[in-house]
């Protein structure tokens, strides 16, 4: 069946570092592709999709590409800040009939200043 | 605005005794999932309702009920049943049983605590 592979956490970087989360997926066809990030106590947010092989997904300065050939679509973003520290969870909607979205496991993000 | 809204935000009961927690959207969507996530952990899918009067259990269904009878609300009781309740409940919404290009909608979660 379908799957995500997060890299597993935490993460911790110092303010204004580059950073990537690496996700791949295994699915039949041409999954969309989704990442979520969930602050302390909240619910998760949709931060970026993608829907077709090559797609870039960005908001908020962060960007994802979806690359068909290596199965992947890692996150990633330039220079982050401290109010980006949230667990960031990959998603993909599988394209095998009505089936809920399959998550990574999610990757726990720390920024210290 | 339009939106999921779960409630309330932190609820506890005591062992043996049943809970429901409220799942509301005004999003006109068709699609609603409860998920539950533990300290550290992902989310794990326990029941999901494409349609009205229509539901399918998810990976950890055992211990947990629902009902759909409303489009726009998605009940779920932890009834006695499940061993092991404390947790946060996450309730999500999507516009059609194809989450394909969508995605879903999450409301901002009930922490349960059971004592």
């Known amino acids: 069946g379908d799957s995500v592979t997060q890299m597993e956490g935490p993460v911790t970087l110092s303010e204004e570092a580059f950073l990537t989360i690496n996700c791949t997926y295994t699915?039949?066809?041409?999954?969309?592709l989704f990442w979520y990030v969930q602050y302390p106590g909240e619910g998760l947010q949709l931060l970026l999709k993608?829907?077709?092989?090559?797609d870039k997904g960005s908001n908020k300065g962060f960007e994802a590409t979806y690359r068909k050939e290596t199965t992947s679509f890692h996150l990633e973003k330039g220079s982050v800040q401290v109010s980006d520290s949230a667990v960031y969870f990959c998603?993909?909607?599988?394209?095998?009939?009505?089936?809920?979205?399959?998550f990574g496991k999610g990757t726990r993000l720390s920024v210290i200043a | 605005d339009g939106g999921i809204t779960q409630s309330p935000k932190y609820l506890f009961r005591k062992e043996g005794q049943n809970v429901t927690l409220s799942c509301e959207q005004n999003l006109n969507h068709d699609a609603m999932y409860w998920y539950r996530q533990d300290p550290g952990q992902g989310l794990r899918l326990i029941y999901y309702?494409?349609?009205?009067?229509?539901?399918q259990k998810g990976d950890i269904a055992e211990g947990y009920s629902v009902s759909r009878e409303k489009k726009e609300s998605f009940p779920l009781t932890v009834t006695s049943a499940q061993k092991n309740p404390t947790a946060f409940y996450l309730c999500?919404?999507?516009?059609?049983?194809?989450?394909?290009?969508?995605?879903?909608?999450f409301g901002s979660g009930t922490r349960l605590t059971v004592v």
């Open positions: 999500a919404s999507s516009p059609a049983a194809s989450t394909a290009g969508y995605g879903y909608t």
């Open positions: 993608a829907t077709k092989a090559d």
């Open positions: 309702s494409h349609i009205v009067n229509d539901f």
């Open positions: 998603a993909l909607s599988g394209i095998s009939g009505n089936t809920p979205l399959v």
């Open positions: 699915a039949t066809g041409y999954p969309s």
